[in-house]
């Protein structure tokens, strides 16, 4: 539906580019405020956003530097100790050198998205990413005048996209890109090693730009998430400080792009924004101090896990995907329901437990699934398990 504002006698419409679908999370979480407001408790399990705040050097440094007075732009690529920082981690946690030449500072991952998109693809591309997957890939594709092209995935390979599905994708007709997320929103899932590198090795042999959303690393419970960065110096790596740096609304992330985009990225970082927010980039940086903060609460998340992968079944949710990353558990309601948007609404009104419906993530399946996050308190997750067992019992 076209949206019209009127603007004297004429009728301005948006954009058909503009046009792209709402985040139906937004609508739950509409809801559970709605509920709130009348008195309900609601366990919040829709949203993924941790529940901690930024760790207490990031919050130090921004008191600090707001104590200093002025807050200028950076240069459009970042602080150049923040580029150096992040450096660092990767030789901390990856045993990876990366040259900070190649390290761009975005607006949250989301940023690094826009970017990204325009400096590898034209109008009418096609990107391949999977169903299920984190909506916006596609509506920000799709904004941007590219075509997603959705694959499915499936339970066999732990969501994973495989090789002979790109291969099989780009076939039937050619792509110029792929993006895939290792641990997965919404599923908790993660690539091994071998699944990620035969991935990569499929797109680099048919040309096809390969993008790693690297957004919930850190958060890892099953196995140590690899980076696409130590299997090729020609990925497109995308992570945030949003979620295991626990700071959603400064509003940083970063990518890691191949030597020759660093040039063209900047170019555009210059004329898009200018620079990122200079006290969260500053913040950010002394985040990397809060180490020990920011593990004590992944072992909160990985209890969080454990309540819910021994208490849903008990509460009648027995199918759910293997829970290895991030902090999301996908179950499939189609024992109880053909419609997991109307199972999500009458949870949150009988069983005030708010969750989001499959749909948002997967046009094709989603309706038989409901994603939970567990970045709440371990009390909220108990509490939410007996909710769900006494109405769906009941
Ligand atoms: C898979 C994935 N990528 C990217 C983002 C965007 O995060 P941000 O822009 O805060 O870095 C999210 C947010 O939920 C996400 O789940």
């Known amino acids: 539906m076209d949206i019209a504002i009127t603007r004297g006698r004429q009728a301005l419409s948006a954009s058909r580019r503009s046009n792209v679908p709402p985040f139906i999370v937004m609508d739950v979480m509409a809801e559970a405020a709605r509920i709130e407001a009348t008195g309900g408790h609601v366990i919040h399990m829709e949203v993924g956003q941790p529940a901690a705040p930024a760790p207490a050097p990031a919050i130090q440094a921004a008191h600090a530097a707001l104590r200093e007075g002025r807050i200028d732009y950076t240069s459009a690529l970042g ?18 050198e990366v040259d900070p030449d190649r390290i761009v500072v975005t607006t949250g991952s989301s940023g690094a998205f826009i970017l990204a998109f325009l400096a590898l693809f034209e ?4 990107v391949a990413v999977t169903i299920p997957g984190y909506p916006p890939y596609r509506h920000i594709l799709t904004a941007l005048g590219c075509e997603p092209v959705l694959i499915e995935t499936t339970h ?20 110029q890109g792929v993006l895939v997320g290792s641990p997965a929103n919404p599923t908790g899932t993660m690539m091994s090693r071998e699944a990620l590198a035969s991935l990569m090795a ?9 993008i790693s959303d690297e957004i919930y690393h850190g958060l890892d419970y099953a196995f140590p998430a690899v980076t696409a960065a130590a299997l090729s110096p020609d990925a497109l790596v995308i992570n945030s400080f949003s979620k295991y740096f626990c700071m959603t609304g400064w509003r ?20 898009l924004a200018i620079s990122v927010p200079t006290l969260s980039q500053i913040a950010a940086e002394a985040a990397f101090d809060g180490g020990a903060e920011m593990e004590a609460i992944k072992a909160g998340y990985q209890e969080n896990r454990r309540i819910l992968i021994e208490g849903l079944p008990r509460a009648g949710l027995t199918n759910f995907l293997p829970a290895d990353g991030a902090f999301y558990l996908y179950a499939d309601v189609s024992a109880f329901t053909a419609d997991s948007t109307d199972f999500t609404r009458r949870m949150l009104a009988k069983a005030h437990v708010a969750a989001t419906p499959g749909i948002d993530f997967d046009p094709v399946h989603g309706h038989q699934f409901v994603r939970f996050s567990y970045a709440r308190s371990a009390d909220d997750m108990r509490d939410a398990v007996e909710r769900i067992a006494r109405w769906l019992g009941g």
């Open 123 to 126: 109008p009418g591309d096609r």
């Open 202 to 210: 499929a797109a680099e042999s048919e040309g096809i730009r390969f």
């Open 156 to 175: 066999e390979t732990r969501h994973a996209l495989t090789a002979d599905a790109l291969l099989a994708a780009h076939r039937k007709k050619p792509l």
């Open 79 to 96: 602080l150049p100790s923040l580029r150096a920082r992040i450096a660092r981690y990767y030789r901390e946690t990856h045993a990876l």
């Open 252 to 271: 940083v992330g970063w990518m890691i792009v191949p030597a020759a985009l660093a040039r063209p990225i900047e170019r555009l970082q210059q004329n």
